[in-house]
């Protein structure tokens, strides 16, 4: 694919989080010098991204320190860092009394930064602050266009892009788009210092947004009282109390259907409780061998999947960090947090007063009037495409095809972006938009192994080509099984 001599390979990485950050971590400290990666990140850091960027400081990982990671074949890498740089002993919130500790989002973000840090001082890395307009070309030699006026030719890209902000429910945007107490995105600067200390306030959506907005309101002593509302009513639950080990096994015998499989999950869990266990080790297997689990399903199942089982699975996935649950509990004993499966009937306001009918799912109607109404509704699935002006001109190009689940983009096997044609020897997708393919790319341990995977793939393209047309992914840099053994062919 490189055939020109002295070349020096050009990987342009759209987006700076975690996944953008994690593949050009892995590039730049087994490539050296001989790759130049650029980065095209609007932030002023790389790393952070919208996840680890935020300054709450009762915004805290979901998961214990020492189960974070950039570097995936070092568990300790993050809670090393942490007894180096010292300011988490500062933070007496951060740790339990059984030793697990939980720090702010924006001190793991501020790690991800230090790890890429001499890439960037040293010039291996470069930092272009500005989002991507378009990108043109052909195989091997394509032209990224900044916004700000960048036109970067690149060798290798890798969109590592995040999933678009909420969707406001459209019965909410049409009737409160004006009005000032109406948060469709919760994390847009100054938000929610619109919401007054005893303000009534209407949440739709009821996972870990929701368990984040409540608990930065309250730190914030917001007083008045709150519903959250699902159409299941579900909210994300805590972890253990104490440490789990993994339980069960689904890769065995793989279900084939939605239905047998969640008879296995169910089953499993009882077995569990059985033997003194809870379900958190279900779950924790359930994630590991997820890839494997959702490539056992026809496209029908996973359509199925997504559409039954997916806010069961988000809510006992994705937990809360403990100082989170605490606030959450104790906001609903005083009976400040009411959390309800329900759905939004009708709505309409006054000069001060927001009205809401909502629909209960166990039977009946009951209005509430509220001062304020914000939406927790998750990623935008349905609006990727048009989420950012490069991918929208992908797509009209046909370049691009949206994955057949609706999870993200269409990938192939090595996570090389599919169009209409097939798939591009030389675009990749890391971390979630790549989901509809590999399944479970949502929380950071397998982002950060999908990470090294494609940065794997892009090291076996530019620097160990055989010359015979293809070239097998290169030993399995500690990669878990899901990730290991998988060809991807030079050239279309």
Known sequence: MIDVPNHKPVVAIIGGGFSGAAVAYHLARVAGEALSIIIFEPRAEIGPGLAYSTDDPIHRINVPAARMTLVPDDEQHFAEWLDRDGRVAQDRQATLPDGRSFPTRRLFGHYVSAQLEPFIQSGQIRHRRERVKTISGVDGDWHVVGTEGSDVQADIVVIATSHPPPIAPKSLSETLADHPKFLPDPWAAGALDRIGRDDRILIVGTGLTMADVVASLDVKGHRGPIIAISRRGQRSRGHSVKPVAPYGDFL???????????????????????????????????????????????????????????????????????????????????????????????????????????????????TANVDAVITTTGPGHADILASQPFLASLHAERQLIADPTGLGLAV??????????????????????????????????????????????????????????????PGGDGLPPEFQGREIAVGN
Do not use: C, N
């Not at 104790?330 to 947090?337: N, P």
């Not at 509809?436 to 160990?464: C, D, K, N, Q, W």
């Open 252 to 366: 065995t015998s793989p279900s084939s259907t939605v239905l047998s499989l969640l008879r296995h999950v169910r089953a499993t869990v009882a077995a569990a409780a059985d033997h003194g266990e809870g379900w958190q080790g279900v779950f924790d297997t359930l994630r590991t061998q997820g890839g494997g689990i959702w490539r056992a399903l026809p496209l029908p199942e996973k359509r199925k999947l997504i559409r039954h089982l997916r806010p069961f699975w988000d809510t006992h996935r994705f937990r809360i960090a403990p100082q989170v649950e605490a606030i959450l509990d104790r906001r609903i004993a005083e009976g400040t947090l009411h959390i309800e499966a329900a759905s939004i009937e009708a709505i309409a306001t006054t000069a001060d007063t927001i009205t809401v009918a909502l629909d209960l799912r166990r039977g009946g109607s009951v």
């Open 412 to 473: 192939d096997a090595t996570s090389r972006l599919v169009g209409l044609y097939g798939p591009h020897p030389s675009i990749f997708v890391a971390g979630p938009l790549a989901r509809g393919e590999f399944g479970e790319l949502m929380g950071l341990p397998e982002v950060s192994y999908h990470a090294m995977f494609v940065s794997t793939h892009i090291r076996a393209m530019l620097f160990e080509y055989s010359g015979k047309g293809e070239v097998t992914s």
